[in-house]
């Protein structure tokens, strides 16, 4: 299973980007999609988490700002990302989890907020 995370770029503060993340290959059944971030010094820490039946679970720091969603059919998982901060500066990485709960994980996409 190999992932593809895309979407990430320069932001001003206040603004938005949506990022994606496309899983190829064979992948029995998807259980769930989480992003995570990793900034300069810090432990990559969890921001979204959705299931397959579409529960979703944000971080703190992310609840109210952030949406996660994903596609079935297409196999892709998007995080919308709203009213960003210097603060959400940091490489997003994705995963998907199977039904046996074997994670799989995307490079890392590159998200620069600037105040």
């Known amino acids: 299973v190999q992932l593809q995370a895309s979407g990430g770029g320069p932001a001003q503060a206040g603004g938005s980007l949506r990022l994606s993340c496309v899983a190829s290959?064979?992948?029995?059944?998807?259980?769930?999609w989480g992003w995570y971030r990793q900034s300069p010094g810090k432990q990559r820490e969890a921001v979204a988490a959705?299931?397959?039946?579409?529960?979703?679970k944000y971080a703190n720091s992310a609840e109210g700002r952030f949406t996660i969603f994903s596609d079935i059919v297409e196999n892709t998982a998007y995080l919308q990302m709203t009213g960003l901060k210097p603060e959400d500066t940091a490489a997003y990485y994705c995963?998907?989890?199977?039904?046996?709960?074997?994670?799989?994980w995307g490079q890392g996409t590159l998200v620069t907020v600037s105040s």
């Open positions: 995963a998907v989890f199977d039904e046996n709960m074997n994670a799989y």
């Open positions: 290959g064979t992948i029995t059944k998807i259980s769930g």
């Open positions: 959705v299931t397959t039946p579409g529960m979703t």
